[in-house]
């Protein structure tokens, strides 16, 4: 049954500050890395079990819970019977020394939930108290993912062990509290939002040799440089210049004292894109690559590993949740587009599987100290946003089941 007290007016969303405040601080208390969320993992899973939300463990340390609607299809309203929707909320800490000086810091040394996902747990086990109590409004399922390991490619542990799959899932919803947007801003932006990353690792082999008979050498310092040179010319001279695209090299190894030439160069790095086909870099890249090593008589081996797929919001669902923005109180202020990154992020993995939108929900407060960028050992987020996260949740689901443009509950 419908709980007759459940709407999503502003006092009744703004009555959910307190919970909210307190499941964000306590997983911030007690961050775990990618792959090792086991306490938080307990912890969603007993919230779910509190609230009759059936739940199971995925992807090891993850959760996927189903909410299923029992309204009646209704043919007239065109209500489909079986559409089905994801939520998701990233999981893992990262191997950061917080040094806020919250008094709810991080109580594991090293490890801090310096991206925020400890606020999108809290906003989307809200939002699935509230979804759970309003189940007789809509038909089809809300699957929730909990995702561990959003730094390096959890998700697709997720897809490979059937997230998407019973009940099929026909689109999917995710967002980020970002820093870098003000609060009380949130950003859906339709096409490209998060850029691919591809990290590669370069061994250029030449010949090691005294540093004072260079010609007896092949240099493969002389090569890399020439390499991280002429790489750049990549972005500028063959690729669209309109084609967002970086390729940064973050790691070189090579040598030992002054007097030697060494045999081989250790480069590593990673190429990110923020276009359709941008995979063509990589292509580039090696061709580059094996036309310096050739003129200088050197050899090379070069490897790439996927980092994450480019996320790309569809037109539907971009139109879908913008229009929940623009339902919630002073939606017309609150809806912002155009915030794209070349940061990565592997909702990707579900936004290339299904019509799907991810949405930047501004955390931004100077006077709060919620500025800084993410990663950095200061970041904290503005609690007052979650509300607004855990709104947005409950807006794009109800909104995608029931096939209504205005959820007035
Ligand atoms: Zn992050
Ligand atoms: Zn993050």
Redesign the pocket.
């Known amino acids: 049954m419908t709980d007759p007290c459940v709407k999503l007016d502003p006092s009744t969303v703004a009555s959910w500050e307190q919970e909210l405040k307190r499941l964000r601080r306590d997983f911030h208390q007690y961050p775990e890395l990618g792959f090792q969320e086991f306490k938080t993992q307990e912890k969603i899973l007993h919230y779910l079990s509190n609230h009759g939300i059936p739940a199971q463990k995925i992807a090891g340390t993850g959760v996927k819970a189903i909410l299923q609607g029992t309204a009646r299809p209704d043919p007239e309203k065109n209500v489909p019977s079986s559409k089905t929707i994801l939520l998701r909320s990233?999981m893992d800490a990262l191997p950061v020394k917080e040094e806020t000086g919250l008094a709810f810091q991080s109580t594991h040394d090293g490890i801090m939930h310096a991206?925020?996902?400890d606020g999108h747990m809290a906003m989307l086990l809200k939002a699935a108290a509230v979804l759970s109590q309003l189940s007789d409004r809509f038909t089809g399922n809300v699957v929730l993912g909990f995702q561990p390991n959003?730094?390096d490619a959890g998700a697709y542990l997720m897809v490979e062990e059937g997230i998407l799959e019973n009940p099929g899932v026909d689109a999917a919803f995710g967002c980020?509290l970002w820093s870098g947007l003000d609060s009380g801003k949130i950003d859906i932006t339709k096409g490209p939002v998060m850029a691919a990353s591809h990290y590669f690792f370069l061994t250029i082999k030449g010949k090691g040799g005294h540093a004072g008979f260079a010609h007896t050498s092949v240099d493969p310092i002389f090569i890399a440089a020439q390499i991280i040179q002429s790489a750049q010319s990549i972005q500028t001279r063959q690729i669209d210049a309109l084609h967002p695209a970086v390729i940064m090299f973050t790691a070189i190894e090579g040598g030992s004292t002054p007097t030697i030439i060494p045999g081989q160069v250790e480069i590593k790095g990673s190429i990110r894109f923020l276009y359709d086909r941008g995979e063509e870099i990589l292509e580039k890249f090696e061709h580059l690559v094996a036309g310096v090593c050739q003129t200088h008589g050197a050899s090379f081996e070069l490897s790439y590993k996927l980092g994450n797929h480019m996320l790309s919001n569809s037109d539907d669902m971009t139109r879908l949740a913008a229009r929940s923005v623009l339902d919630m109180a002073g939606g017309q202020d609150r809806l912002v587009t155009g915030t794209r990154t070349m940061a990565g992020?592997d909702f990707s993995e579900f936004s290339r599987r299904v019509p799907s939108a991810y949405a930047f929900v501004g955390s931004r407060n100077i006077e709060k100290n919620t500025h800084f960028p993410?990663h950095h050992p200061c970041f904290d987020i503005d609690e007052d946003v979650l509300m607004q996260g855990a709104e947005l949740y409950i807006r794009v689901a109800l909104s995608f089941l029931t096939g209504s443009q205005d959820v007035t509950i």
Request: net charge negative.
């Open positions: 990233d991206c925020g996902h959003e730094e980020h992020e993410h």
